[in-house]
Each structure stands twice: as C-alpha cells, then as structure tokens.
C-alpha cells in the first residue's frame, strides 16, 4: 500500500503528494509576494481555497443524491471525494481574478504553479511502492463460520477487504456504511479482516454495536496489514477478480468512494464480456 507515516500520522500516498505540493505552491507564492507583488501571496491563497472548495463541490454534484440524504457529511473531507474538474476550475478562476487585478503580477504565477506541480510529481514518484502485493494464499478463519478462509482462493469476483480494530474510531464510524455497501452490492465479496484482537473482543464490539458483517476474518497477527503494507487503520483494499490490487484507500473512506471503485469494476467486466 502506498503510503507515507509521519509521527502518529499516516497519509495515503495521493493524499500526501497533493499536500506536499500545496505547500511549496503556498511558499513559493509567499516569497514571490515578498520580492515582486504582494497579489503573488493572495494568488496562492485563494487558488488553494477555490481549488479545494471547487474539487470537493465538484464531487458532491456528482453524487448529489447521496449527499442530500446525509447534507453534513459535504464537510467530512478526511474521508476523500475531490473532482480533478472542480479543482481546476477552482484555481482558474483565482488565476482570472489575478490577472484582472494585477497584469503585471499574472505571468510570475507560473513559477508557484511550476514548483507545485514539481514537488507533486516527485513525491508521487518517491512513494510508489512498486508491484502491488497478489490476494494472499493464507487463510484465516471467519467468525460466524466453523470454516477457514483464503483470499486467493476467491475467483472470478471482485472484493473488498476492509482492514479494522473495534479500537479504531474510524472503523467505528464507517462499520454500518460498509454493512449497508454490502448488502446492496451481493456481486462484490465484503471482507472484514479484524487486526489483532481476540474472538472475543469481537465479538463483545458487535454485540455492543449491533452491526452485521457477514465475513469478518479473524487476523490476530495482522498478517493482512503486513502483507499489503498498510500502516494505519482502518485501511480498503479493492482486489481485481484475478486477485491483484486494484485499488487502496487508508483512513475513513465514504459510501462514494466505494460506489466509485465498484462502478470501475463493473465497467470492467462489460468490457470483458464484449
């Protein structure tokens, strides 16, 4: 899994590429105000606010009907959903605004923008792992079953496999959504691979919560996360039918989310089929 600690903090690797980035187009934008025009450091900052706000809006009318059924989850951002569209325009308009209220200032705009894009690219780089790790041969026993489970077994279906503590705050939250992702979606295979805890310290979390999963893996080594190189919980892997790695998401992730990656499954296998 690509992803970057740093102290208590774990990012996925986008996320900390696309903040890395923001940050030098920030200082760069500041120094330039300093040294050429003041409107250089105002730039930056608007372009930084109207691209975010712009990537996050963008994505909510994507998915509008979701959102309307939860209005305040728009402000849960921690969780990912940002449209590369929305972004864009965002930071086009800042860049309009500049050069309507500054002409002279507007072509020294490039060199923040340059610097960002730099930084992004090469963090992006740097924290590409490689090969993603193959579903693994290992099985593990599932809770409701007297039965063991291997993931590589699994053929000819798409699967999630969502890594959680009842411990992790996050995995709390997430927890019904996931209950409710798999219910409406029986052609997906759902697994919930508990990390490090005991049968019973499970099974006391869902009785306490009332949540029904119907394939928890018990993984009292965390063997999963190691072999799939997360280093945070809760963490969502996305395995192909073939059983490669189609996809990560470390941290909270949103119903969107999930909907989106299973849409590019089910295009996939239309394509497969024609």
Known sequence: MNAVAIGPFAFSADRFSVIAGLIVFMLVGSLLAARIHNRLGTFTTAATLFGVVGARAGHVLI??????QEPLRVLAIWQGGFSPTGGFLGVFLAAVMLWRNAPKAAPWAILPLAAGL?????????????????APETSYAVLARNESLAIAERKGRPAVLNLWASWCPPCRREMPMMAEMTERNPEVDFFFANQGESRAAIES??????????TILLDPFSGLSRHY?????????????????AATHLGEISREAI?????AFASEDRKQAE
Not at 63 to 68: G, I, K, Q, R
Not at 205 to 214: A, F, H, I
Not at 229 to 244: H, K, Q, S, V, Y
Not at 259 to 263: N, S, Y
């Open 259 to 263: 909907a989106e990656r299973l849409a």
């Open 118 to 134: 730099f930084v992004w690219v090469v963090a992006t780089t740097l924290t590409d792992s490689g090969a993603a790790p193959r």
């Open 229 to 245: 190189g997360a280093i945070g919980l809760p963490a969502t892997l996305f395995i192909n039918p073939d059983g490669t790695l």
């Open 63 to 68: 998915h509008a009907e979701s959102f309307l």
């Open 205 to 214: 979390y869902l009785r306490q919560t009332g949540v029904d999963l119907e």
